[in-house]
């Protein structure tokens, strides 16, 4: 089982829906989790990032984390055309030396049409 | 403008060539990362590095070779191409303590 699993979509909502995106992880170790956002051809660009369980709002971004389920979403209102991409989490131990290196999920793919 | 930047973004060879692909960040992190995306497997650590001199192994390493002379730059050599090394290579750094990766746009490499 890989330490990190997320589903891969492709994921089409029309524009102005809710988008719910999900990663779910094995190691209870891990502390920081991230989302990372990657337009085509493009490299990832960070998006969120908590450390804590709980909710964290940026914008029309939501990002949560529960450890005890070890689960995390990323929810996306009032969702654009321009919010087509792909998603991809990312989680740590800690936040130095060679325990904070990151592991990504595979990545969603998603598309939000007009 | 500060930044990360690779090059070459594209780059076609042939199998047993020696290619580089170079990495350079203008903000002086400490950190700095290979990485290769490839579908069904994501983004998978190849080797990094937490200071000039000092790298160490990711999850791929096999096939690649890194050096880190100065702090902004961090190439990666593939020493004899294979055509399983065909992917797409990003590069990353990151400051010390409580500071995230940042991305560059990415090396397109093609081997055949």
């Known amino acids: 089982q890989k330490e990190v699993e997320q589903d891969p979509g492709p994921l089409s909502v029309p524009e102005g829906a809710i988008v719910s995106l999900n990663c779910t992880y094995s190691?209870?170790?891990?502390?920081?989790f991230m989302w990372y956002r990657q337009y085509s051809r493009k490299g990832p660009e960070l998006l969120m990032y908590?450390?804590?369980?709980g909710n964290k709002e940026d914008g029309r971004f939501t990002a949560q984390v529960d450890k005890s389920s070890k689960y995390i979403s990323l929810f996306i209102r009032d969702s654009q055309p321009s919010d087509s991409a792909t998603y991809l989490c990312?989680?740590?131990?800690?936040?130095?030396?060679?325990?904070?290196?990151?592991?990504f999920g595979k990545g969603t793919k998603l598309s939000v049409k007009p | 403008d500060a930044g990360i930047t690779q090059s070459p973004r594209y780059k076609i060879t042939e199998t047993g060539r020696q290619v580089t692909l170079m990495c350079h960040q203008t903000?002086?992190?400490?950190?700095m990362f290979w990485y290769r995306q490839d579908l069904g497997h994501g983004l998978r650590l190849i080797y990094y590095?937490?200071?000039?001199?000092?790298?160490d192994k990711g999850e791929v390493p096999d096939g690649y070779v890194v050096s880190r002379s100065k702090t902004e730059n961090f190439p990666l050599t593939l020493e004899s191409a294979t055509r399983s090394q065909t992917s797409v290579y990003f590069c990353?750094?990151?400051?010390?303590?409580?500071?995230?990766?940042?991305f560059g746009d990415g090396t397109r490499l093609s081997i055949l």
């Open positions: 990353a750094s990151r400051g010390n303590g409580n500071q995230p990766q940042h």
């Open positions: 190691n209870s170790a891990f502390q920081y």
């Open positions: 903000w002086s992190h400490s950190y």
């Open positions: 990312a989680m740590s131990v800690v936040h130095g030396g060679s325990q904070g290196n990151l592991i």
């Open positions: 590095s937490a200071a000039a001199d000092i790298t």
């Open positions: 908590t450390y804590s369980s």
